[in-house]
């Protein structure tokens, strides 16, 4: 096959000087053309393909070609022969060239002459860059004008089995007919050009209606979206009280109450914003600016206010460290926010955060220091001793006495003499029933 550049469409009329000669004596020409339509196959665009057409003189006299011209379409030319006489018994080769510019072009070969029986003849041309109707390529057993819509495949064939292969394998018309069971016009998600996740259900297949039923039924993989029970806004929110699913992949829980689903900043769980019209924590009021600052610590619910019925509660408040969660912060490290962190609280007052033993009012005394070499563990600024008294014995008989130390009160954590009683001796009054022991302070 010969690629050449398209060339114009040309008429050439042909006329004899003075007319053709006198015939007379030799008798009338007799027109005959060859064949009488010329087709073009499997011809590739932009491509050239050559034809012949012969013009033959089957009388007695000479047959002169007058008007030989192409009509109907660029795509195809005719050249002509300087010699256009055609003698009789004789036969003429016209060349029809055709470069194919779609997929079918159709013209007219007309042929002019001086045969009084027929002064005009008509050769239909056609180019195609498909299959010859009439030639089996593939040896399937079928042409295509016996039906075969793929002359390059063997498996493609009127009557062949129809696979799940986005081919139209039987030349029905139709592609993969077999594998939609349910009629719904989709096919199974096993075939190759298949979307219906559902072949069993013709309710179910892509631009279905999704509905509230815990199936896929538009096909798109997710469950419930678009309902009251799916989250589409992926806040983790969902409009009905109970949620079966969410566009984002992890929510930690899923929970109802989402008053628009389209926006993943409304939802029952976020702030109020001052004065922009929407409600955004889905409380049913829309903050206008009317909003009251209900306790009165100049905050309001939508400037972040997570508790407007208590006063000493805002984004203001400072929270303490409470490093050994006794209840009371360490007023050297804190933050201020409405919630509290984890590990805070709101007293200040801990005046050692390294011991749960040590925090205001604690009653309990203790021998050893809290941690830090001091002994005051109810934080009221001092050491308080827990034993004080100092032992004493009166009396003829020495019966009368108080326990306590015996070589004066020692210092929080020291150790001394308690007594416990005493005796007559020697005309004095000896203490008795004692015992080392280690002083405890708070």
Known sequence: MIRMPSFPVFALLLAACGGPADTADQ????????????????????????????????????????????????????????????????????VVRYVAASDEDVATLQIESDDPDTPLVEVALTGSTGPDPYVDADGDGFTPSEGD???????????ASEACNGVDDDCDGEVDEDYDRDGDGYLIVTCLDGDDCNDGNAAIHPGATELENGVDDDCDGAIDDGTGVYDDDGDCWCENPTCTGSIRVGCP??????????????????????????DNDCDSVVDDGSEPDADGDGWRVCEGDCDDGDPTISPDTPWYLDRDDDSFGWSFTSVRQCMPPEGYVLDATDCYDRS????????????????????DYDCDGAETPEYTATFSCTGTSCGTHTDGWTTGTPACGESGTWATSCYRSGGSCVASGTSTRTQSCR
């Open 27 to 94: 008798g009338d020409p007799d027109i005959a053309v060859s064949p009488d339509a010329l087709v073009f196959f499997g011809v590739a665009l932009g491509y050239t393909e050559y034809g012949v057409v012969e013009v033959s003189n089957e009388g007695a006299g000479t047959l002169h070609l007058e008007a030989i011209r192409v009509t109907g379409s660029s795509s195809f030319d005719v050249t002509v022969p300087d010699d256009t006489e055609v003698q009789p018994r004789t036969l003429q080769d016209l």
């Open 149 to 159: 819509c793929d002359e390059t495949d063997a498996a493609v064939h009127p009557g």
């Open 253 to 278: 829980s899923l929970a109802g109450g989402d008053c628009d689903d389209t926006d993943p900043d409304v939802n029952p769980g976020e702030s109020d914003v001052c004065d922009d019209g929407i």
């Open 356 to 375: 749960s033993e040590a925090y205001p009012g604690a009653t309990d005394y203790y021998s050893t220091d809290r941690g830090d070499a001091s002994y």
